[in-house]
């Protein structure tokens, strides 16, 4: 058993920044070429790929190119969404994610508000 649990979510003005956190846990080995990252879904839409870190390199969706980082600290089986400039339609819950080998696990959710 795996669990994901986040950390970082708020309310923050347009233009600001947060940095969310998400560490695994459990019984089961989690390898660096597991792919581990960040979804979100705001009111009303569908769940959508926020960025992903696999044991190589990283993927953003083209909103959020230039504005988030993600990186990873496998010893600590930890990833992390650094957000900057951030703006009112990033709003949503953020889901943490570990694709291991075709079986997703998935945290509980932060709210990230980003209104002024």
């Known amino acids: 058993q795996v669990q994901l649990v986040e950390s970082g979510g708020g309310l923050v003005q347009p233009g600001g920044s947060l940095r969310l956190s998400c560490t695994a846990s459990?019984?089961?080995?989690?390898?660096?070429?597991?792919?581990m990252g960040w979804y979100r879904q705001a009111p009303g839409k569908q769940r959508e790929l926020v960025a992903v870190?696999?044991?190589?390199?990283?993927n953003y969706s083209d909103s959020v190119k230039g504005r988030f980082t993600i990186s990873r600290d496998n010893a600590k089986k930890t990833v992390y969404l650094q957000m900057n400039s951030l703006k009112p339609e990033d709003t949503a819950v953020y889901y943490c994610?570990?694709?291991?080998?075709?079986?997703?696990?998935w945290g509980q959710g932060t709210q990230v508000t980003v209104s002024s």
């Open positions: 459990g019984t089961i080995t989690i390898y660096s070429i597991n792919p």
């Open positions: 994610n570990l694709d291991r080998w075709g079986v997703d696990y």
């Open positions: 870190h696999g044991s190589m390199s990283a």
